[in-house]
């Protein structure tokens, strides 16, 4: 057994391997902005006062709202999981 990474080859159906959730809320914010992003996704890390930072925070130790924010990001880029 190795101790190496899954390389990409290992998740070939999985869009979202190798793009970061920074990377992703950044994408996001820069086409829908906050307030689109928290009538899509109703959560207050979107509504009062929205960072990438405080967002990140939330989503990483929130797993059904990093569900949602991944199946936007999917439904931008007319990829579906």
Not at 7 to 26: A, F, M, R, T, Y
Not at 29 to 58: H, Q
Request: charged fraction near 30%; include cysteine; charge should be positive.
């Amino acid at each position: 057994m190795s101790d190496k990474a899954p390389s990409k080859q290992e998740q070939p159906n999985n869009p979202l391997h190798g793009v970061k959730l920074v990377d992703i809320l950044e994408e996001l914010v820069a086409t829908y902005g906050w307030k689109e992003m928290s009538e899509r996704v109703n959560i207050n890390c979107f509504k009062s006062d929205p960072s990438i930072k405080s967002s990140l925070k939330f989503l990483r130790r929130t797993p059904w709202a990093r569900e949602k924010v991944e199946q936007m990001y999917l439904y931008m880029n007319g990829r579906k999981k």
